[in-house]
C-alpha cells in the first residue's frame, strides 16, 4: 500500500474512514467488555457475615455500647423463626444482614392508641 501521505485525497479520506471505524468498533468493543465486568462484579453471590447467638450480640454491643438488642431477644426471633438460622453441628448461626433486615422491617412509627382513636 502506497506511504498515508503520498495518496490522493480520495484515498485519504477512505484510509482515514477506515481507520475511524475500526476505532469506533475497538471502543465499543471495549465498552461491551467494561458492562460485562461490572455486571459480573454485581452478580457476584458475597458471602454473608454468619455468627452465633453470642457472636451477634457481641456485634450490636460493638456498634452501639448501650444497644438494648440483647442475645436473648436474638435467640427469641431466631426460635421462632422471624429471622433465619442454619444449623452447624451443635451451633446456630446467623446471618448479620438477616438480622439487620429483620430491624430494617420491624423499625417503624405506628399510631399510639391517642392517634388512632382520633
Known amino acids: 500500500m502506497k506511504n498515508e501521505e503520498n495518496l490522493s485525497p480520495k484515498e485519504q479520506i477512505a484510509y482515514y474512514t477506515t481507520k475511524l471505524a475500526h476505532a469506533q468498533q475497538a ?22 457475615r454468619m ?5 451477634l450480640a457481641a456485634h450490636y454491643k460493638a456498634l ?5 438488642i440483647t442475645q436473648h431477644f436474638l435467640r427469641q426471633k431466631v426460635l421462632s423463626g422471624e429471622i433465619p438460622s442454619i444449623m452447624a453441628g451443635n451451633k446456630r448461626l446467623i446471618a448479620i444482614e438477616d438480622v439487620d433486615d429483620f ?15 382520633q
Open 103 to 117: 430491624l430494617t422491617r420491624k423499625t417503624h412509627v405506628g399510631n399510639t392508641k391517642q392517634e388512632s382513636q
Open 51 to 55: 455468627r452465633t447467638l453470642s457472636g
Open 27 to 48: 471502543l465499543k468493543d471495549l465498552s461491551n467488555v467494561v458492562n460485562y465486568i461490572e455486571t459480573e462484579n454485581n452478580n457476584e453471590h458475597k458471602v454473608k
Open 64 to 68: 452501639d455500647k448501650d444497644t438494648a
